[in-house]
């Protein structure tokens, strides 16, 4: 098995440039698919989960001329997807699962959908629920609670959703699916998550009604495929924005950094954290705003993270725990529950990992509490299988006493290809 290994050395100085966004890459590609004619998406996010959902609109019949700067889609309209010979396999990527189920849903035929085994343990419910009542039959394990889904697609209707959790998935789900079906479709949810989806079908000429935590969309309205420009990944730059934070003496500059107010939590918390983080250049691509980021180190101290912030933040709240554990004073996490159904129970896995360094992380129901200020001393990791863990692990072992070893650190594949090039490369960089 791989071994990532993290000598203690600093300070970070240097530019990264950063893998397109995760989140608006799927739905990109996803939506090319279904636009009439050729939409060209560059600066995707090159990742195994993104790729998969490639691989998925061409076993569905869609023609995909891939390069490495850009890849060009040759989408046949909302219905002219074939049905796959093979199950689709949308890896460790639950967006990629959650998503194509929505536009399968409405497509005159049979698919069956699945993925790996982390993939094939966490909760879709929570799509299948609203689909079966749009009128999609889906079937899977324990009920359709859990993959692999086999749909039989076609002839949707519009409802009216109250959706118990904010999910950008379960949204987005839906809101594809809605583009697909008859009649009007209108999600609900708690409190307003990312909004990536809602962009991208107003930038590509579909109208939407919002009123925010509702939208509604008016389906089968077709749309002629465009170019798409994928900003630098908010979730990605974290990584490093908390790295240059902590480490004394750092300094990162960050260009073309997607800034979504609806996932810019990680920006407004390290801000009310203390740290140095100047945004630049701010600009729209493609219906998202755009900024360059420049991360100085600084004095962190602890806060509270509350319910009402996690939907904001919800990806970045595994590095957050690192940004804790090196503040001055206490931060606690609330209201995170939903951490415990990613790639793995991230609530768990932060705890146990971090507390290998000697951080003082104590786990709760619906989150944690961090004591910072504590020495980390370096220890032997496990990622467990999450890009996010992994890359959290190896910014922690930037403050240790001693080299830190993450074990299995390929999943990092799946978000963020050469992420240890490009730590190392801060690391040369500097004097």
Known sequence: MKTLIIQPVGPLRGTVHLPGDKSITHRAFILGALGEGETTVSGYCRGEDCLNTLRAIQALGIQVNEESAQVMITGKGLWGMTEPSEPLDCGNSGTGMRLLSGVLSGQDFFSIITGDASLRSRPMGRIVRPLRMMGATIAGRKAGEYAPLAITGGNLHGCDYESPVA?????????????????????????????????????????????????????????????LVVPGDLSA?????????????????????????????????????????????????????????????????????????????????????????????????????????????????????????????????????????????????????????????????LLADSPTMIDDPDCIETSFPDFEGKLLELLTNSP
């Open 237 to 397: 730059a974290a990584f490093f924005l908390v790295a240059a934070s902590i480490v004394p003496e750092s300094e990162v500059y960050l260009p073309n950094v997607g800034i979504n107010p609806a996932r810019a939590g990680i920006l407004e918390i390290l801000a009310d954290m203390g740290a140095d983080i100047e945004v630049q250049n701010r600009r729209e691509a493609s219906g998202e705003p755009v900024a360059d980021l420049v991360a100085r180190s600084s004095s962190l101290h602890g806060i509270h993270i509350g319910e009402s912030r996690i939907p904001k933040t919800i990806d970045e709240l595994p590095i957050l725990c690192v940004a804790a554990a090196a503040a001055k004073g206490e931060t606690q996490i609330t209201g995170a529950q939903e951490l415990r159904v990613k790639e793995t129970d991230r609530i768990h896995a932060m705890a146990q990992e971090l507390g290998k360094l000697h951080v003082s992380i104590q786990e709760t129901p619906d989150g944690l509490r961090i004591k910072g200020g504590t020495t980390f001393h370096g220890a032997a990791c496990h990622s467990l299988g999450d890009h996010r863990v992994a890359m959290s692990l190896a910014v922690a072992g």
């Open 167 to 227: 999910s950008a998935q379960v949204k987005s789900s839906v809101l594809f699916a809605g583009l697909l079906a008859e009649g009007t479709t209108r999600f609900t949810e708690p409190i307003q998550s990312r909004d990536h989806t809602e962009r991208l079908l107003r930038y590509l000429g579909i109208p939407l009604q919002v009123e925010k935590p509702m939208v509604a969309i008016n389906g089968r309205v077709s749309f002629e495929g465009r170019p």
